[in-house]
């Protein structure tokens, strides 16, 4: 027994010793070649360390702060050599804190330097900077061309994560997810090399790395098509306050009927996209987005949703011009972040659901268990949003995964279902949300959506919620090919 002890401390000693020893090595090379650092001894090390979700803090052994690709390509080469694990920071905006490496002590590198948005106007292609946060690009092509690109409602995410894991947007369902508007990526490979990934170069790089570019690289630029941005689109939100929470039958029998308003092509097109929002408060409200004029909303598509369900306490139909309406669902007013300093964070738990369109969505049986669940009452402040995906003239379901390494293309509704907490009873009541719903309709297959990554499933969990069994097996071939030593890391990527 003593001899096993003694091994034991001399394994953790040598290991010590290494990681001191890969520490002065990294740090050498970096100096070598001037790479912009902070260590944490910096004065600003722990504000740029700092995550969006405070639940999950970790070190980073140096974070990276680069104004050039090469910088980048320099950071890369540095980490591969020394064997640290590497990962990008583009928005910092990870639910999982993977952004920060998932673990203390890897490579951070921090891309708010890449900050360019820039539109020719001859290919409406934007080249986009690794590190630009989804509000300044919005008004970046609006400014340069009016033009729009399909991304979601949060200004401050950043790019790299949410247009490389989908990137749901009220545009969607009309112009296609985030990452079904990326035509190039400039990115860094394992070894510090700079490529080019697009259809024709490098293609089997660039479908990987649309759905799963955390495993496979850094990239310092997406080259985006853009979208001519519509002169006004027509806002809408239906309020029912606390009137749905009354009777389990009211509250099943509005999302049954929105469901089936959802599959109607009489009613539904890809013009229209929207969400159920609910939260602890007993709120029930539905909102979105129509490509089209309130008149023509307030004629044809508000009766339908509204036919046989109570009567909102509030009902909001109005036009808005681009930007006053990215403006209006960012809940900021204001889509322009700093490009440095950005500082918003949460303390929280937060799992998703993707429910599939050829099951017909959820059963009258499962809305009854989900209502039972959340009006017994919860010990946190949480919120559910239950977004459409698919339904009729849906361009996000027109695509499938030979297109990229993306797999949620049949869902019907996404759920997440996010609740503020740091103690394990939170924890537990958001997973009792996904649990209720899922043992309520065993014979379908859920899935997760990976930009609210859940940090609390395994690897193996993560690959078969996130992608599915197939779509794994061939990313974790490319992951063999194209980063063998899985230089770029976190718990749940490929390796």
């Not at 969607?172 to 079904?180: E, H, T």
């Not at 409200?285 to 004629?299: D, I, R």
């Not at 537990?428 to 379908?444: H, S, W, Y």
């Amino acid at each position: 027994m003593k001899l096993q002890i003694l091994s034991s401390g001399l394994l953790v000693g040598l290991a010590s010793a290494g990681l001191a020893t890969r520490a002065r090595q990294v740090a050498d090379c970096l100096g070598d070649h001037d790479v912009p650092v902070k260590w944490e001894n910096s004065p600003d090390y722990a504000e740029l360390a700092e995550p969006f979700n405070l639940r999950l803090a970790y070190k980073p052994k140096v974070i990276v702060l680069p104004t050039t690709d090469q910088h980048v390509q320099d950071a890369v080469k540095c980490a591969h050599e020394c064997g640290l694990k590497v990962q990008a920071r583009s928005g910092g905006h990870s639910y999982a804190s993977f952004s920060s490496g998932g673990q203390d002590g890897s490579v951070v590198i921090n891309l708010q330097g890449l900050h360019e948005v820039s539109l020719d106007t001859n290919t409406n292609v934007a080249k986009v900077g690794g590190g630009v946060r989804l509000g300044n690009l919005a008004q970046g092509v609006w400014d340069q061309g009016k033009r729009a690109i399909s991304h979601g409602t949060c200004p401050g995410v950043g790019i790299g994560g949410h247009f490389t894991h989908g990137g749901y947007g009220h545009t969607s369902r009309n112009w296609g997810i985030a990452l079904d508007h990326i035509v190039a990526l400039d990115v860094v490979l394992a070894d510090g090399t700079l490529v080019k990934a697009d259809s024709t170069s490098n293609s089997d790089l660039y479908w990987a790395l649309r759905g799963a570019a955390d495993s496979f690289g850094i990239i310092t630029s997406f080259y985006l098509r853009t979208q001519a941005a519509p002169e006004s689109v027509t806002y809408f939100s239906f309020q029912w306050a606390d009137k749905l929470y009354g009777k389990q039958e009211d509250f099943t029998n509005t999302f049954l009927h929105l469901q089936e308003v959802s599959l109607n092509k009489s009613v539904i097109d890809n013009r229209i996209s929207y969400g159920i929002y609910l939260d602890g408060t007993k709120t029930y409200n539905l909102g979105g987005t129509f490509f089209g004029t309130p008149e023509e909303f307030n004629s044809t598509i508000l009766p339908e949703i509204l036919r046989s369900v109570p009567t909102p306490n509030n009902t909001i139909v109005q036009d808005y011009g681009w930007i006053d309406y990215l403006k209006l669902m960012s809940d900021i007013n204001n889509i322009v972040m700093p490009l440095e300093g950005y500082d918003e964070h949460d303390t929280f738990f937060a799992k998703s659901i993707t429910v599939p369109e050829k099951d017909g969505g959820l059963t009258k049986d499962t809305l009854d268990a989900f209502y039972d669940y959340i009006h017994a009452g919860a010990p946190i402040d949480y919120f559910v949003i239950i977004n459409l995906y698919g339904g009729p003239g849906s361009a996000i379901n027109t695509k499938d995964t030979t297109f990229a390494a993306y797999a949620d293309r049949d869902s019907l509704w996404v759920f997440q279902n996010y609740g503020k907490t740091d103690k394990q009873e939170g924890i537990d009541f958001v997973n009792g949300i996904n649990d209720v719903i899922v043992n309520a309709q065993p014979e379908t297959h859920f899935g997760a959506y990976l930009n609210y990554v859940d940090p609390s499933y395994s690897r193996e969990q993560a690959h078969e919620l996130y992608y599915g069994t197939e779509l794994a097996s061939s990313l974790q071939q490319l992951k063999s090919k194209w980063d063998p030593q899985a230089t770029f890391w976190n718990p749940q990527s490929f390796e």
